[in-house]
Nanobody, 118 residues
């Protein structure tokens, strides 16, 4: 079992920046990939970014590419999502997620709310 706890959400103005954190705990396998998803009110949950266990390679949704950056520190059991150039449409509950190898997401955090508004 892996537990995920997000933090860092809040209110930010358009064009601003925010960094989300996710601490993972429990039995941490070596092939644990970490991802971020978001869900706006009335919309389906969408994938934002992933950082893989192998090679620390990263992938991003086209809508955030160039503005968001995902990172991790396995010594601290933490992953971060740095967000810049935030737009109002980024307003959503952001979830940390974990998967193993090429498998589907198995573990979810409870989410942290990000609101982009002037």
């Amino acid at each position: 079992q892996v537990q995920l706890v997000e933090s860092g959400g809040g209110l930010v103005q358009p064009g601003g920046s925010l960094t989300l954190s996710c601490v993972y705990s429990g039995h941490i396998p070596e092939d644990l990939n970490l991802g971020w998803y978001r869900q706006a009110t009335g919309k389906e949950r969408e994938w934002v970014a992933t950082i893989h266990a192998i090679g620390m390679t990263t992938d991003y949704a086209d809508s955030v590419k160039g503005r968001f950056a995902v990172s991790r520190d396995n010594a601290k059991n933490t992953t971060w999502l740095q967000m810049s150039g935030l737009k109002p449409e980024a307003t959503a509950n952001y979830y940390c997620a974990a998967s193993r190898g090429s498998g589907a997401v198995t573990y979810w955090g409870r989410g942290t709310q990000v609101t982009v508004t002037s």
